[in-house]
C-alpha cells in the first residue's frame, strides 16, 4: 500500500530532523525534570492525591509544548513540498504517531522521575501503564489536531493551550479517575472508564482523519 | 462606550440598597417558599437578553456608520 | 407577516412559561417538623409546619403517619391544628423498634381532603436505647396508610429543598436544552460550509454560536443563583453544569481562533474546521461527568439531574414549551446577527468595486 510507505518515510523523516537537531527533545525534557524538581523541593510530603493532580498538569502541559513543535518547526515552504509529494492523511497519521511516541516516552519518564523524586504511591502498575498508553493516544491526537490549526494563526503558542483544554477535558477527567483507581483511592472496576476512554481515543482520530484535508489546502 | 460604562455603573448602585437589605435579612431570599430565588433567575434572564440588545445595536450604529461614510 | 410567525410563536411560548410558570400553585407539602430526632418510649408530640396547607380547612379529614417502610407505619394519637400552616401531632413511640439500628428515620405522612396526602422523608429520627428487633416486633401496633385523598386542581410537585424554585426549571433548564439545540444548528452550518464554502453558511454559524453563548453565560448564571439558595454553593457539580462550562470555553476560543486569522476564507474555514472539532469532542462528557461524579467528588451523589421522576405530567406542559420558546427567541437573535454580516458584507464588497 502505498500511503503505508508514506507515513513510513514521513515517521523517519521526523525522526531524523529530531536526532539531528535533537535540541526540541531536550528541551521538553528538561522542561520536565525541572519541574518536577520545583514539584518535589515545594512539597515535603506528597499525598497520593496530590501526586495524581501534579502528575496530570506536568504531562498537560509538556504535553502541549511537546506537540505544538509538530507543525511549527517546518517552514512553509518544506510544508508545501510535502504537501505536494504526500497524502493529507499520510501526514497527519504521522504526526500523530511520532507525538504518541514521544508522549508515550514523556509520560513514563515523568512518572519514573516523580517516583524517584516523591513517592510511587501506584500501586496497580498494569492498569496505570494501560491509562499513560490512553491517554498518550487522546493527548496526541488532540494536540496534534490543534496544532494543526493554531499554525495558521500567528500567536499560535497561546492560541494553542487555548483551543486545546478545553477539549482534553473529557480524555483528562477519565485519565484522573482512572490513576486514582490504580492507585487505590477508588476501588473500582475499570473496564467501562477503558472502553469509553478508548471510544474517545477513536473518536477524536476519526474527526481528525475527517476534517485535516479541509485546514491543509493554503 | 462610555455611556455603557455608566449605566453598568448606575446599576451597581441601584443593586446597593437591595444587597444591603439581603445581608441585613438573611432570609429574604428563602422566604416564602424561596419565590425571590426565581425572581431572581428571571430577573438574570432578562438582564442578559437587554445586554446582548445592547451590544447588536452598536453593532448596528457601527453599520449605519460605514454606510453613512459610503455614501 | 406570514413568514414572521415562528417569532410570534417564540414570543407566545416565552409568555405562556412566564405566566403559567409562575401561576399554577404549589401542591401542599411539609416544610420542617420539630423536634426532629426523639428517642423511644415517650410520648411525643410534634409540631409540623406545613405549604400550601389548609389545616384548619380540612380540619376533621386529618390523618397523620410515621412510615418505617412500606408495611410498617404507627398512626398519631392526637392531632390539634393551630392554623393553616401548622399542626401538631402526638406519636407514641414504642419502647422497642423492630429493626437492628440503633438511629431509624422515618418518614411523616399527612393526608387530608384539602390538600390530599403529603410526606416528608427522614422526618424524625428515633434513637433506641436498646435494640431488640424481636420485642420490637411484639410490641409495634401497625397502622395501615389507605384511602389516601388526592389534591384537586393543576398543581406544580412540592419537593422540601427546592420549594417554589421547582418552577427554575422553566427559566433556567429549559436554556441548556436551548443552548444545546443552538450549538447544534451552528454545528450543521459549519458541515455546510465545509461541503459548500458559501460565506452565508459562516454568517449563520458565527451568530448561532454566539447566541448559543449568550444561553449558556446565563445558564450558569441563573444556575450559580438557583443553587447557591437551595444547596448552599453555586457550583454543584452537576452534568449540564459542567458541559455549559466546557461549552463556554470551547465556544469563546473559537471567537479568539476567529479574530486571530486575518484572511475572511481562511477564517471562516478553519472557524468551521474547529467547530465540528470541538463540538463532537465535547459529546462524551456526557458520558464522561457522571461517571466522575461517585469517585471524585464524594458528597456530590444526589444532585439535580432532572430525572423522569422529577418532572410530572404538569411540569412537562411547561417545559416543553419554555425549551421551545428559549430556542425560537435564539433563532430569532441570531438571525439578526447574520442579516447584519451580510450588509456588512455588502457594504465592502462595493467598496471593493469602487
Not at chain 2, 455611556?3 to 448602585?13: D, E, G, S, V
Not at chain 3, 424554585?165 to 444548528?185: D, E, G, K, P, Q
Amino acid at each position: 500500500m502505498k500511503s503505508k510507505g508514506e507515513i513510513w518515510h514521513l515517521l523517519r523523516k521526523d525522526f531524523l530532523l529530531e536526532f539531528r537537531t535533537g535540541y526540541a527533545i531536550s528541551g521538553i525534557f528538561l522542561y520536565l525534570f525541572g519541574t518536577v524538581y520545583i514539584v518535589s523541593r515545594a512539597f515535603q510530603q506528597i499525598k497520593p492525591e496530590s501526586w495524581n493532580a501534579l502528575f496530570w498538569i506536568i504531562i498537560l502541559f509538556a504535553s502541549v509544548n511537546a506537540v505544538t513543535k509538530s507543525f511549527v518547526q517546518e517552514s512553509n515552504q518544506r510544508q508545501l513540498y510535502f504537501y505536494s509529494i504526500a497524502n493529507p492523511i499520510a501526514i497527519i497519521i504521522s504526526k500523530i504517531i511520532y507525538n504518541i511516541l514521544l508522549l508515550l516516552a514523556l509520560s513514563f519518564l515523568t512518572w519514573g522521575a516523580l517516583s524517584f523524586m516523591t513517592i510511587d504511591p501506584i500501586l496497580k502498575p498494569d492498569v496505570f501503564s494501560l491509562t499513560l498508553l490512553l491517554g498518550s493516544i487522546g493527548f496526541s491526537i488532540n494536540f496534534t489536531f490543534i496544532s494543526a490549526i493554531a499554525v495558521k494563526a500567528n500567536n499560535n503558542a497561546t492560541l494553542m493551550a487555548i483551543l486545546s483544554f478545553p477539549l482534553v477535558i473529557p480524555v483528562l477527567l477519565l485519565l484522573v479517575k482512572l490513576t486514582a483507581i490504580s492507585i487505590g483511592l477508588v476501588a473500582q472496576d475499570i473496564t467501562n472508564d477503558i472502553l469509553l476512554l478508548l471510544g474517545i481515543d477513536l473518536l477524536l482520530l476519526a474527526m481528525t482523519l475527517i476534517l485535516y484535508p479541509f485546514l491543509w489546502r493554503d | 462606550m462610555k455611556k455603557t460604562t455608566l449605566c453598568l455603573l448606575a446599576l451597581q448602585f441601584l443593586m446597593f440598597p437591595i444587597l444591603n437589605a439581603q445581608s441585613a435579612q438573611p432570609d429574604f431570599m428563602r422566604s416564602i417558599g424561596k419565590i425571590y430565588v426565581v425572581v431572581a433567575v428571571i430577573v438574570a434572564v432578562f438582564l442578559g437578553l437587554v445586554l446582548f440588545l445592547i451590544y447588536l445595536d452598536k453593532r448596528l450604529t457601527k453599520l449605519e456608520n460605514q454606510i453613512n461614510q459610503h455614501d | 407577516m406570514v413568514k414572521h410567525w415562528w417569532k410570534a410563536l417564540g414570543v407566545l411560548l416565552v409568555i405562556y412559561t412566564l405566566t403559567v410558570g409562575m401561576l399554577i400553585p404549589l401542591r401542599p407539602g411539609i416544610t420542617a417538623v420539630s423536634p426532629s430526632s426523639v428517642r423511644t418510649g415517650e410520648q411525643i408530640t410534634i409540631q409540623v409546619a406545613g405549604y400550601n396547607s389548609n389545616f384548619k380547612k380540612a380540619q376533621d379529614s386529618i390523618r397523620a403517619w410515621l412510615k418505617l417502610d412500606n408495611e410498617r407505619a404507627i398512626a398519631a394519637q392526637s392531632i390539634s391544628v393551630k392554623d393553616d400552616q401548622s399542626v401538631s401531632l402526638i406519636f407514641d413511640i414504642p419502647e422497642y423498634l423492630p429493626v437492628d439500628q440503633r438511629v431509624q428515620d422515618m418518614t411523616l405522612v399527612i393526608d387530608n381532603d384539602a390538600d390530599g396526602a403529603s410526606l416528608l422523608p427522614s422526618a424524625v429520627f428515633v434513637t433506641q436505647d436498646s435494640i431488640d428487633p424481636e420485642m420490637g416486633q411484639q410490641v409495634w401496633k401497625n397502622a395501615d396508610i389507605s384511602n389516601l385523598n388526592d389534591k384537586k386542581g393543576i398543581t406544580f410537585p412540592f419537593r422540601n429543598i427546592l420549594g417554589e424554585t421547582i418552577r427554575n426549571t422553566y427559566f433556567h433548564v429549559s436554556l441548556w436544552l436551548a443552548m444545546v439545540s443552538i450549538f447544534i444548528i451552528s454545528f450543521a452550518n459549519s458541515i455546510n460550509y465545509l461541503r459548500d464554502p458559501l460565506p452565508i453558511y459562516d454568517y449563520k454559524a458565527k451568530a448561532y454560536t454566539r447566541s448559543g453563548l449568550l444561553l449558556g453565560i446565563l445558564g450558569l448564571l441563573t444556575g450559580a443563583i438557583w443553587a447557591k439558595n437551595t444547596w448552599g454553593q453555586y457550583w454543584s457539580w452537576d452534568v449540564k453544569q459542567n458541559m455549559t462550562a466546557v461549552s463556554l470555553l470551547i465556544y469563546m476560543a473559537y471567537f479568539i481562533l476567529r479574530s486571530s486569522l486575518t484572511d475572511s476564507e481562511q477564517k471562516a474555514r478553519i472557524a468551521a474546521v474547529y467547530n465540528i472539532f470541538a463540538f463532537v469532542a465535547l459529546i462524551p462528557l456526557i458520558y464522561v461527568i457522571p461517571r466522575l461524579t461517585d469517585s471524585l467528588h464524594p458528597g456530590a451523589g444526589g444532585n439535580i439531574t432532572f430525572g423522569s421522576q422529577d418532572l410530572d405530567n404538569t411540569m412537562r406542559m411547561v417545559f416543553y414549551p419554555a425549551i421551545i420558546g428559549w430556542f425560537l427567541i435564539s433563532v430569532w437573535i441570531s438571525k439578526l446577527q447574520y442579516r447584519m454580516d451580510i450588509i456588512h458584507a455588502r457594504i465592502w464588497n462595493l467598496d471593493d468595486e469602487d
